[in-house]
């Protein structure tokens, strides 16, 4: 009798996973970054998926499949709705439906897309008086200042066992590609080094990922973690090669402080001052790492410090996300903190660019790598379009812990979009760069035979952006 309820049971639970509402979603596999692709994404091409706002396009769902391929003996309707905004400059209204006869093995549609939106398409056929539905798809519409950006992940806090990691800084760059990264860095702590070792071991090949300098900082005596990021010279060498120099800078900063705060140390504040300094003077972009890390049975760094850090606006970024794990999290939610802080900043009317990272010491046994994360909107990965993005309010951290819900915090207007693009786009582009990052890894351990092999894979995330954006043919 038990058997046959548990048979019943798994039958149940096997037609309700399966259902058209939910289209098989549940049961198709996470990325390395938690991300999945939607079945709809997988089966056909919609081309393109993200439009100009407030402009006529059209927009073609191509099958890619002869299981979801158009029939003659059916009848297609689309119904569409608009997410934010009802038109009101022509374009059809929330609820409309529109029978479609496919042509050429598509279905084309050509609306006017008005303002900044997502747009929501379902496809039903109807055969022998049954409705089903054969498809749901998703576009974006973008004003102009966005439309001719592209989404970036980066990870640029992460350490290799050049500093207390464990893989080599090769091995770290292959692992970041392979779990989707357009860009990276590794930030040793005071050593500038490994970034620039991975950096060199793939300078040449065919690869797509793009390796920038980076380190962790903290000067001696200061509590406060500052990271640099793409700066032409490390904090680290200017300390090795005269601290003495150093300190007197430091020392004329601290000396030159009018109205700190009663409580604020001093030194900490001007050792800060000098680390954000530097690294401008570099060409680099600093970020203020994990304020509200724990160490030392308490928070990192004290809070008189860290207001005033905040009301000066030192930093160039904020890690509104940092990489703890699972364990870390449900003992204190660093990034819940985290977030308040930034929301509450926000509030006060300071703005301030917002980054998330992954902070790995252990790139193969993390449960957080790959799914904490910077996502940045930048003309190019050219690492001065990123920081522009960055610094410009173009960016959100992502985080996906346990790899199961992504959320992007940031600008209002940016997690919007960004939450599309992590549903729509990002998961298809996570599938490109694994293979990519797996032979990366595989030409670090000296098999050689991989770079042809790359060079066959270079430019196809391009490629794909190229039809997500490009007009429909």
Known sequence: MFMKKRIVLMLVLSLFFTGAGFAGFLETPHLASGLQIRPDNRYFDVLPRIVPADQESTVSFVPLFDHVKFTDNAIYELTYTPMEFEPVKGGPVGGTKTVIIPENGRISITMLFEEEQEHDFILNKTVDGKTTQAGRFRIYSLKPDLYGMRPYKGDFHQHSHRSDGVESPPYVAGICRRAGLDFTALSDHHFRGGSIEARDFYNGLPIDLRLYPGEECHFPGNPVHILSFGAEQGLTELWKNDQAACDREIAEIQAALTDL?????????????????????????????????????????????????????????????????????????????????????????????????????????????????????????????????????????????????????????????????????????????????????????????????????????????????????
Request: glycine fraction near 8%; charge should be negative.
């Open 261 to 473: 705060p009663a409580g604020v140390n001093p030194f900490h504040y001007a050792a800060c001052v000098w680390e954000t300094r530097k690294i401008a003077e570099f060409n680099g972009m600093s970020m203020f790492c994990h304020p509200y890390w724990v160490t030392g049975n308490r928070y990192n760094v004290d809070e008189r410090l860290m207001d005033h850090i905040f009301s000066t606006g030192i930093f160039d970024a904020y890690e509104v996300i940092s990489g703890f794990d699972w364990n870390s999290l449900n003992s204190l939610d660093v990034n819940g903190i985290q977030v308040a802080r930034y929301v509450e900043e926000c509030a006060k009317g300071r703005r301030m660019p917002v980054c998330g990272i992954g902070d790995t010491h252990g790139h193969e046994r993390s449960d957080q790598f790959g799914r904490y994360y910077t996502l940045v909107l930048a003309p190019s990965s050219d690492l001065q379009d990123l920081i522009a993005g960055i610094k410009g309010f173009r960016s959100v951290a992502v985080e996906t812990p346990k790899g199961e819900l992504a959320r992007a915090y940031g600008p209002f207007r940016i997690v919007k979009y960004a939450t599309y693009l992590l549903r729509e786009v990002l998961p298809q582009h996570d599938e490109l760069c694994f293979e990519e990052g797996r032979l990366m890894i595989q030409y670090a351990s000296g098999d050689t035979s991989a770079v042809d092999r790359l060079a066959l894979l270079q430019g196809q995330v391009a490629r794909f952006y190229d039809k997500v954006y490009s007009p429909a043919k």
